[in-house]
Structures are given as structure tokens and as C-alpha cells.
């Protein structure tokens, strides 16, 4: 008896320490994080998933969601991932909230720090405030119908803020995602995600040197 229990706290240690070698490999493992090697399809069906978990109460959903954004679009490591997962899932969930604009910008901070991270590890090439900024003012010109007209030029304008490259050259991609930022804020999942990937290929399709996904 004294033998088994002996080998089984033996297998019980070896495995104990396997698994820790692959989360330290998973953790550790070195990344090249980028802003352009997300795959147009992967990352419209996350983003679509995120709002949608956030609008109905899932928020497992949509934490898991953008960490797979930013972990497996961005490239991040894992503890970066979390931290603009969780971020990010905080402003939204501030936003989808909120009952008039003051408390919309309320969600600033924590867009600030998931910009932040992309800043400081992804290579975004632009103010991340001001990047964070033009995002809220993407929800909030969303979510007020007389006000979309302004959407393509907010979009195009932080595009070219992430990128470094001039918002003219990406007009086109622009008015696509701005239908696909509307056609979410309306809840009408199925037809946001087709736009969103048809805008993030037109997006690629621009970048001068995009990277392959990951």
C-alpha cells in the first residue's frame, strides 16, 4: 500500500511539473505582436461576439473573445491579452450602460489602457489617447442614428492614427466599417460580421506592408 501511494504521489508530482513547463512555454514563448496579422474573418466573428456577449449579459462570452483578439489576432502575450481584454470588456460593458453622455465617457479610462497596451507592444504608431478617443466617438456617433453620417471619417481617421499612413487611403474600407459599427450597434449580429470582414479586408488590402496572421 505504502508503495503505491508512493508512485502515485510521484506520477502526480511529474505531471504537476509537465503541465507547469507548458503553461511557463505558453506564457513565455517569444511573440512578434502586430497590428496587421489578424485574419479579416477570425477577427470580425471575435469582435461581433465580444459586443454581443457584452449587449446580452454573457460577459464569460466576451472576455474570452477579446483575450482571443488580442492574444490571437494581436499577437500579445498572454498577461498583455489580459489586460486589454479586460479593459476593453470594461469600457463596453460601461457603454452598453450608459444612459446619456456623460456616463458614455466614462468608458475613456479603460479604452486608454487597452490603447495603451497595443501603443507599448503592438507598435501602434499613433497617440493611443487619441486612438482610444476616436473609438468612443465610433460607439457614441453608433449609437445615435442622426449622427452616422460622421461614422466612415472617424474610422478612417483612426485607422490612419494606428497605422501611420493617410486616411485617404482608406475612404473605401472606411464606409464599410462604419455600416458594420451601425449594423452592430442596431444588434443585427449576422450582417455586422460580414461587413466588419469585408471592411478588415479592404483594410489589408491598403496596409503598405501587412503581416501574415498568426
Request: proline fraction near 5%; hydrophobic fraction near 50%; aromatic fraction near 10%.
Amino acid at each position: 500500500m505504502f508503495l503505491h501511494d508512493k508512485f502515485e504521489v510521484r506520477f502526480l508530482l511529474k505531471i504537476t511539473v509537465f503541465i507547469g513547463l507548458v503553461l511557463s512555454v505558453y506564457v513565455l514563448w517569444p511573440r512578434q505582436p502586430s497590428l496587421t496579422a489578424f485574419s479579416p474573418r477570425e477577427f470580425a466573428v471575435l469582435n461581433i461576439a465580444s459586443w454581443r456577449g457584452v449587449v446580452e449579459g454573457r460577459p464569460t462570452e466576451a472576455l474570452v473573445s477579446l483575450y482571443r483578439i488580442y492574444e490571437g489576432q494581436y499577437g500579445l502575450l498572454p498577461i498583455d491579452a489580459l489586460e486589454a481584454a479586460w479593459s476593453s470588456w470594461q469600457a463596453m460593458s460601461i457603454f452598453v450602460k450608459a444612459a446619456d453622455r456623460a456616463d458614455q465617457e466614462q468608458a475613456l479610462p479603460h479604452l486608454e489602457r487597452a490603447f495603451g497596451v497595443l501603443s507599448s507592444k503592438a507598435g501602434m504608431v499613433g497617440d493611443s489617447q487619441v486612438a482610444a478617443r476616436l473609438e468612443l466617438f465610433e460607439w457614441m456617433l453608433a449609437s445615435d442614428s442622426k449622427k452616422r453620417p460622421e461614422l466612415a471619417t472617424a474610422v478612417a481617421e483612426k485607422i490612419a492614427l494606428a497605422h501611420g499612413a493617410p486616411a485617404a487611403g482608406f475612404e473605401n474600407a472606411a464606409s464599410i466599417l462604419a455600416k458594420a459599427i451601425s449594423l452592430r450597434a442596431d444588434q443585427k449580429w449576422s450582417a455586422a460580421e460580414r461587413s466588419l470582414e469585408q471592411g478588415l479586408e479592404r483594410v489589408k488590402e491598403r496596409l503598405p506592408n501587412p503581416a501574415k496572421a498568426h
